[in-house]
T-cell receptor, first 112, second 117 residues
Framework: DAKTTQPPSMDCAEGRAANLPCNHS???????VYWYRQIHSQGPQYIIH???NNETNEMASLIITEDRKSSTLILPHATLRDTAVYYC?????????????FGKGTRLHILP | DTAVSQTPKYLVTQMGNDKSIKCEQN?????MYWYKQDSKKFLKIMFS???????INETVPNRFSPKSPDKAHLNLHINSLELGDSAVYFC????????????????FGSGTRLTVV
């Protein structure tokens, strides 16, 4: 079972920052937070991951609370192409016996 | 060049038939996976292989048999297809990293939509 809780859907205006929350209150000390997204009719796409520090890459920023029980994915300037289902996942980093377990995710609608 | 490619993209077949889906990755990754996405859009892992060795085998009917001839290929063969097998099947690959290496996550293919009629 997925170890995260996300809102089922969110709307965001094009050009604004999209902030997607995720709760992972049972996260273990050696588990990372990962974000993937799935655009309609495509395979999931890796976005970003982190352990406890905030992370930023060319796609997004990841803010993890100090107690690590929740995090927020930030798409700084959302475009229509960011409409997708976003999955927040926790797992032990790069353990070949571990696997990504997808929950229901958040369906993000970017509004023109 | 496509990093993870699956064939065919669409597959329509009758109940009881046997079919295969092929997956190839040109990323040099060590590990490959099969995921199933059903009509309710839940993504569930089925298998993973690391360097041709079966690592993860979830509770999947034994009608499903993965085969990895080399670490760049992971095929999925399905015997005696049933209506409930209709879904989108995704192949993915990933790489175990050494210390300090940048991680790019799982790379997924574009999926194979299987319809059993």
């Amino acid at each position: 079972d997925a170890k995260t809780t996300q809102p089922p859907s969110m709307d965001c205006a094009e050009g604004r920052a999209a902030n997607l929350p995720c709760n992972h209150s049972t996260i273990s000390g050696n588990e990372y937070v990962y974000w993937y997204r799935q655009i309609h009719s495509q395979g999931p796409q890796y976005i970003i991951h982190g352990l406890k520090n905030n992370e930023t890459n060319e796609m997004a920023s990841l803010i993890i609370t100090e107690d690590r029980k929740s995090s927020t994915l930030i798409l700084p300037h959302a475009t229509l192409r960011d409409t997708a289902v976003y999955y927040c996942i926790v797992r032990v980093d790069m353990n070949r016996d571990d696997k990504i377990i997808f929950g229901k995710g958040t369906r993000l609608h970017i509004l023109p | 060049d496509t990093a993870v490619s699956q064939t065919p993209k669409y597959l329509v077949t009758q109940m009881g038939n046997d079919k295969s889906i092929k997956c190839e990755q040109n990323l040099g990754h060590d590990t490959m996976y099969w995921y199933k996405q059903d009509s309710k859009k839940f993504l569930k892992i089925m298998f993973s292989y690391n360097n041709k060795e079966l690592i993860i085998n979830e509770t999947v009917p034994n009608r499903f048999s993965p085969k990895s001839p080399d670490k760049a290929h992971l095929n999925l063969h399905i015997n005696s297809l049933e209506l409930g097998d209709s879904a989108v099947y995704f192949c993915a690959s990933s790489q175990e990293l050494g210390l300090g290496a940048k991680y790019y996550g799982y790379t997924f293919g574009s999926g194979t939509r299987l319809t059993v009629v």
